[in-house]
């Protein structure tokens, strides 16, 4: 009887071993999971920190929340911002951006630093809700890189040469509530054929 206590109490014994040590592998597991997660995070915000920094030598406004999530060239004080087309591979690594204006005022002369080229860069932007790129020089191609942005909900793209045929690039944009084209080269006939595919979006022409 006492050997089969004795044997049951060590049989017991190395189970509570081994599921202490299950229970310590899990935990350092999860800790090191934990640790890497919060290092990748770390990582992040400092990548987005240096290139937000960057811009702003140019005096482009960034603003914050954990990430960057706006950008404006245009800030209303001081000089305008030195933003350009070089520009735009940083821009489009700020993936957390929700709002972004690339509009510089320069006397009522268009922004000729900012072209088709920018919007390649930005395109895959998926959160950005606001583009305004009015005083740009860009042009009806360069529209269908902005037509793959589908969380728009308001963009500007007044005073630029786009035309009808830039617009029909923009009908994929089904979240969009607010367009500005005033001074381009739109249509009547143009502007009419966007807006039924986009009900509800408010069109501003003219």
Not at 21 to 32: E, G, P
Not at 45 to 66: D, H, N, P, T
Not at 171 to 189: G, S
């Amino acid at each position: 009887m006492g050997s089969w206590v004795a044997q049951s109490a060590e049989a017991n014994g190395r189970r509570a071993r081994q599921f202490s040590l299950r229970n310590m592998f899990a935990v350092v597991t999860l800790l090191c999971a934990v640790f890497s997660l919060c290092a990748w995070h770390v990582h992040k915000v400092q990548q987005q920190s240096q290139i937000a920094r960057a811009l702003e030598k140019k005096g482009v406004l960034v603003v914050w929340k954990i990430y960057p999530t706006a950008l404006h060239a245009e800030t209303g004080t001081g000089p305008p911002a030195t933003i350009s087309d070089d520009d735009a591979p940083l821009i489009g690594r700020l993936i957390h951006l929700e709002a972004l204006s690339l509009f510089v005022y320069k006397g009522g002369r268009r922004n000729n630093r900012i072209t088709d080229k920018t919007l390649r860069h930005i395109a895959h932007l998926k959160r950005v809700e606001t583009l305004a790129l009015m005083s740009t020089c860009i042009t009806d191609q360069g529209l269908k890189h902005v037509g793959t942005m589908e969380s728009l909900t308001y963009l500007d793209i007044s005073c630029t040469a786009i035309t009808d045929d830039g617009l029909k690039h923009l009908e994929t944009l089904h979240r969009l509530r607010t367009l500005l084209l005033l001074k381009t080269n739109v249509t009547e006939q143009g502007v009419a054929s966007l807006s039924d595919a986009l009900p509800n979006c408010d069109i501003t022409w003219r």
